[in-house]
T-cell receptor
Framework: GEDVEQSLFLSVREGDSSVINCTYT??????LYWYKQEPGAGLQLLTY?????DMKQDQRLTVLLNKKDKHLSLRIADTQTGDSAIYFC???????????FGRGTSLIVHP | DAGVIQSPRHEVTEMGQEVTLRCKPI?????LFWYRQTMMRGLELLIY????????DSGMPEDRFSAKMPNASFSTLKIQPSEPRDSAVYFC????????????FGQGTRLTVV
C-alpha cells in the first residue's frame, strides 16, 4: 500500500525554528496534512496543502511541498514549549477519503 | 458540537474478556474511522465506514475484532476475547467527505489487557 515516512524524533531549543520532514509514495496524492497530537489527546488538524501548491504559510507555520520528490515539510518559527507534541503527516488521494498517516515525529522543545 | 466522543477513556480488563469501545461521531459527518495507536506500529487504520456501511476493514487484525455502525450517530469496536497484545490507544475519527477532508479525532480509549 501507499506509505508515509517521517523521522521519529526532533529536539530543538526554545525560540529556534523546527523543521519536520515527511516523504510519501502516492503520486496521486491530492491533499497533504499536518496533524498535531498533544499528550493524552487525539490528533488535531494543524494545516493542509493542496497538491498543486508548493507553499502555504499560516502565522508561525510554513508548509513546503515538493511534489516531484514527494517531500512535505512543516516549519515552525520561534518554537515554544507549547509546541512540544507529536506531529503527523498524512495524505489523501484521488477517489479516496481515507487519510494515510505517517508514524509521527515527536518534537521536544527545551529551554 | 462537542466533537467526537469516545467512551470509556480508560479500560483495564483481563485477558479473555470482551471489550466494547464506543464512539459518537460529529453530527452530519458521513465517514467514520477506527484507528489503533501503539509505540511499535504507530497509527493503524482498523476500519472505515461511509454512510454507516463498512467500506474498508482490511486493517482489522483478526476475527476477534468486530465493528458496527448501526446508525449515523453511533459506532462500536468490540474485541472478543481480548489479549495483552491488544493493549493500545484506540481512536475514533469522523469526517465529511468532499474536497479537503479534515478528520476530527476523539480523545481516544486507552485499553490495557492484563
Amino acid at each position: 500500500g501507499e506509505d508515509v515516512e517521517q523521522s521519529l524524533f526532533l529536539s530543538v531549543r526554545e525560540g529556534d525554528s523546527s523543521v519536520i520532514n515527511c516523504t510519501y509514495t502516492d503520486s496521486s496524492s491530492t491533499y497533504l496534512y499536518w496533524y498535531k497530537q498533544e499528550p493524552g489527546a487525539g490528533l488535531q488538524l494543524l494545516t493542509y496543502i493542496f497538491s498543486n501548491m508548493d507553499m502555504k504559510q499560516d502565522q508561525r507555520l510554513t508548509v513546503l511541498l515538493n511534489k516531484k520528490d514527494k517531500h512535505l515539510s512543516l516549519r515552525i518559527a520561534d518554537t515554544q514549549t507549547g509546541d512540544s507534541a507529536i506531529y503527523f503527516c498524512a495524505e489523501t488521494s484521488i477517489g479516496s477519503y481515507i487519510p494515510t498517516f505517517g508514524r509521527g515525529t515527536s518534537l521536544i522543545v527545551h529551554p | 458540537d462537542a466533537g467526537v466522543i469516545q467512551s470509556p477513556r480508560h479500560e483495564v480488563t483481563e485477558m479473555g474478556q470482551e471489550v466494547t469501545l464506543r464512539c459518537k461521531p460529529i453530527s452530519g459527518h458521513n465517514s467514520l474511522f477506527w484507528y489503533r495507536q501503539t509505540m511499535m506500529r504507530g497509527l493503524e487504520l482498523l476500519i472505515y465506514f461511509n454512510n454507516n456501511v463498512p467500506i474498508d476493514d482490511s486493517g482489522m487484525p483478526e476475527d476477534r475484532f468486530s465493528a458496527k455502525m448501526p446508525n449515523a450517530s453511533f459506532s462500536t469496536l468490540k474485541i472478543q476475547p481480548s489479549e495483552p497484545r491488544d493493549s493500545a490507544v484506540y481512536f475514533c475519527a469522523s469526517s465529511q467527505q468532499g474536497g479537503h477532508t479534515e478528520a476530527f479525532f476523539g480523545q481516544g480509549t486507552r485499553l490495557t489487557v492484563v
